[in-house]
């Protein structure tokens, strides 16, 4: 397989902007990775899951009760793959790659969790009653092709609304959370199981004397095993409030963890995030936390539950409001990924990506590339340090979607190429300073992401490559990439 890096050249972009942009991109954090091309869609993704061969499973929304799972190899090729019952379908809000329908249920239905599994399955979790017309409620376990494990019934499924996080912990247990009060027929006081590989219910875990209603926003497993939840609380007096709670390994309250009047659930949840030192960042406040005031954007609890004083909190901005923390990616060397809606951070652009440095400093030093779309479910940390997000990209006059994938901290940059300052000379002509890559590449070019035409097989000499595009005109936008000879 052939390894390239690609670039890209809008004409009606300001040649200032694009000599900065040039020296910053590949092998810089936050540059996009060009060894990785995804198909365009008309309709952002909605969850991406990176498999354990390293292809990457994803799901688009053709409506409100109907999805398309898709998979794509680990450089962003399409794989079809995926039997998924009904054979592919007429796609309500097409999409420019083929994906097979999933028929979630008769009424409107969601796809909220796709979780994949060693063996090549993988759990998928939501709203529906239904999945590939047969009954599954809100979890559902499918062959590596797509197919319904017929061997994976669990209890009927779940009485309420929705199941929200998926994790598989040691020894192929499965934590699932959400908003429902029933496992089979099982009351459960949290919205909170875990069930045993064959999708039977763990009995050992759970305690009938705690009651957070039925919500469970948010889940992370310790190293020890202990859970941490993200969940809506009733007082005595009925006043609802959104508390980071951990649960002991046997599911019931660890007393050793400060848990206090927490957060108003107006005006949003809250969200967590667990480090590798074991505190925990936390996004959705109102201002104050167990009576401590706190950040409104983010604050960070200690590994006991107490709210760290000493973490400096950000300042988010979008459109000239207060932005939104929707997703943490924690790293293994302290640093955190933060994804949302938002535009800037402490007043440095950031358009739905940053990364804070293990102090909760934002780092300077990752800039992403492109626009990343806010969905939580659909931003991903490698294990290599890579990060695979959604971005638009626009084809003429209209708006895309694509999966991208962009260099961060860990990550070996494809070919080790570092790109100069792109020269634009007369007729078409353009000059490129490529340094600590081979000596002959392939240059081609693209309208539109997909089909691509080989310009040349050029040396570069003296650290540069010269090519000339005869296709280049100032009215519309031209993608290339460069490519090493097998």
Not at 5 to 34: E, H, I, P, V
Request: charged share 15%; glycine share 12%; hydrophobic share 40%.
């Amino acid at each position: 397989m052939l390894d390239y890096k690609g670039f890209s050249r809008n004409w009606t972009l300001l040649f200032a902007w694009l000599s900065f942009a040039w020296l910053r991109l590949y092998g810089q954090d936050g540059s996009l990775d060009g060894s990785f091309q995804s198909p365009l869609f008309k309709v952002p993704v909605s969850i991406i899951a990176v498999e354990s061969d390293s292809r990457i499973l994803y799901v688009v929304a053709e409506d409100n009760s109907r999805f398309s799972i898709g998979r794509l190899t680990s450089t962003g090729g399409a794989v079809a793959t995926l039997n998924l019952g009904d054979g592919p379908q007429t796609i309500t809000s097409a999409i420019d790659v083929g994906t097979i329908h999933i028929p979630g249920a008769t009424n409107p239905a969601t796809i909220n969790v796709v979780k994949p599994l060693a063996n090549g399955q993988f759990l998928v979790g939501g709203t529906f009653s239904h999945f590939n017309k047969v009954a599954r409620k809100l979890l559902v376990r499918l062959d590596a092709n797509g197919a319904v494990d017929p061997s994976f019934n669990p209890a009927n499924g779940f009485k309420g609304d929705n199941i929200s996080s998926i994790v598989v912990a040691d020894g192929g247990r499965i934590y699932v959370a959400g908003k429902f009060s029933k496992f089979g027929n099982v009351d459960r006081n949290v919205g909170l199981v875990r069930l045993n590989p064959d999708g039977t219910l763990d009995s050992s875990f759970g305690d009938s004397t705690i009651s957070f209603g039925a919500t469970v926003s948010g889940f992370t497993l310790q190293p020890d095993g202990r859970a941490l939840i993200d969940a809506a609380y009733a007082n005595a007096s009925f006043q609802a409030t959104y508390q980071v709670y951990r649960l002991g390994l046997n599911g019931g309250l660890d007393g050793g963890f400060v848990s206090g009047a927490g957060t108003p659930v107006t005006p949003a949840p809250l969200w967590h995030a667990l480090l590798p030192n074991g505190q925990i960042l936390v996004t959705g406040g109102s201002g104050f936390y167990n009576g401590v005031a706190v950040n409104k954007t983010l604050f960070r609890l200690q590994s006991d539950g107490t709210v760290d004083g000493a973490f400096p909190g950000l300042s988010l901005a979008l459109s000239n409001v207060g932005g939104l923390v929707s997703r943490f990616l924690p790293a293994a060397n302290g640093a955190v990924y933060m994804g949302g809606a938002f535009d800037a951070v402490n007043g440095q652009i950031r358009h739905g990506l940053a990364r804070l440095k293990a102090d909760g400093t934002l780092d300077p030093s990752f800039v992403p590339a492109v626009y990343v779309i806010p969905s939580p479910e659909a931003l991903v940390l490698q294990p290599d340090g890579k990060i695979l997000a959604v971005s638009t990209v626009i084809v003429g006059a209209e708006v895309k979607y694509n999966i991208v994938r962009l260099n961060g901290s860990g990550g070996t940059p494809p070919l080790g190429l570092q790109l100069g300052q792109l020269t634009l000379l007369s007729g078409g002509r353009f000059q490129l300073p490529v340094t600590g890559g081979p000596t002959t590449v392939i240059i081609e070019a693209s309208a539109n992401l997909t089909s691509w035409q080989r310009l040349a097989t050029n040396s570069v000499l003296n650290g540069v490559v010269s090519f000339t595009d005869p296709s280049a005109n100032l009215s519309s936008t031209h993608y290339y990439r460069l490519l090493t000879p097998p």
